[in-house]
């Protein structure tokens, strides 16, 4: 979840800000702050720069929720006011007709006192954002919308495996998603050093669980795979070097590195990863970090087409289910965001 700031990043301790708009769309949509799950009512507003909202893409795409949700792209970069639709003509999302997601929030809650973040369900006719919640978000992709669900869709989130995926999960969410901005906002030593610690641990204990097994719950891919990938399609592009995580690059831990091109390789994953997105976003906005500007050239990308060898390891990507068809008309990565 990236957020706009009016401050700059660096903190003497960084804490995430985890309080949302935690409506939910629902199948019965009948709760206190619930919506009904209906196709065409509410638009994912996202940013491929993001690895929160890059979440919800891969998910939209691998359950074929296309026709059901549709999809307004914000630019890699912001001000301190919004995220902004400058990637679309005029600079206005063609669906809800704003210029600034911060429109979407305001029309929830005028004055809204928060950072006006990605990912975000906006309800197209009302223009109000329904949720910012993006961890509930993917979730409720796979057990609310099963309706819509196109055939052969995967299950990402097993009734019979969600007590420990839930606790993968949360590891996988505080120690590495989070981890890698502990550290790249870390304002004193001692902040960094042990953020930097806690990081490579569960980067150590993620290789030791993958060395076996081919995805993180066994032989198919689930929604901890994909909370996984968006933070590891960034580290060495942008965590290693601008977030100062740098024991090792992804490309010198062998077993994560593997993984990470196997889903890179998969449709869904590295089909909706824009690399020149993620780059801008992360040294143009970081002023305090990088005050330059200055968005690095490298890293190489093309070791991401690479023979991985993972199929080795068995398993059925998805499951009892089949892959994606192509990426639909307008919503593919443009070639210089590829490898």
């Known amino acids: 979840m990236v957020t ?8 003497p301790s960084y804490e995430r800000d985890t309080r949302y708009i935690d409506d939910r769309i629902t ?3 009948d709760g206190e702050r619930e919506w009904p799950v209906e196709a065409g009512r509410y638009r ?18 691998l359950l074929g929720l296309e026709d059901a949700i ?19 003509p005029g600079g206005v999302d063609p669906v809800l007709g704003i210029p600034r997601l911060k429109d979407a929030y305001e029309a929830r809650q005028p004055g809204y006192p928060r950072g006006i973040t990605v990912p975000a369900l906006v309800e197209v006719d009302s223009g109000e954002v329904v949720t910012n919640d993006f961890a509930q978000m993917t979730l409720d992709f ?54 930097y610690d806690r990081l490579f ?23 901890a795979d ?18 100062k995580s740098n024991r090792s690059k992804l490309s010198e831990m062998p077993v994560l590195w593997a993984y990470a091109r196997d889903l890179f390789q998969t449709p869904g994953f590295g089909d909706t990863t824009d690399f020149a997105q993620i780059k801008r976003h992360y040294y143009v906005v970081h002023h305090d970090i990088n005050p ?15 023979e991985h060898g993972r199929e080795a390891l068995g398993g059925r990507p998805f499951g009892g289910g089949t892959p994606p068809g192509p990426v639909r008309e307008g919503e593919a990565v443009a070639s210089e965001g590829r490898p």
């Not at 706009?4 to 903190?11: D, I, M, R």
């Not at 994909?226 to 977030?243: M, N, S």
Request: hydrophobic share 35%; charged share 25%.
């Open 201 to 223: 641990t569960a980067l150590d204990w993620l290789e030791d669980r993958l060395t076996d097994r081919r995805y993180l719950m066994g032989g198919s891919i689930t929604e």
């Open 292 to 306: 330059t500007g200055i968005v690095p050239a490298g890293p190489d990308l093309s070791g991401w087409l690479t």
């Open 27 to 29: 199948v019965s949509g």
């Open 142 to 195: 796979s057990t609310q919308w099963g309706a819509h669900h196109r055939e052969g869709a995967p299950d990402l989130y097993p009734e019979d495996l969600r007590e420990e995926m839930d606790e993968v999960m949360q590891r996988v969410y505080t120690e590495v998603n989070n981890g890698v901005y502990r550290c790249g906002f870390a304002g004193t030593q001692e902040a960094y050093d042990q953020a």
């Open 226 to 243: 994909v909370r996984l990938f968006t933070t590891l399609a960034r580290f060495d592009p942008v965590y290693h070097g601008h977030f």
């Open 70 to 88: 549709s999809l307004g792209l914000c630019g890699p970069t912001h001000d301190e006011d919004s995220w902004t639709f400058d990637l679309d």
């Open 4 to 11: 706009t700031t009016a401050k700059g990043y660096v903190e």
């Open 44 to 61: 994912l507003v996202a940013a491929r720069a993001c690895p929160w909202a890059n979440r919800t893409i891969i998910v939209r795409r």
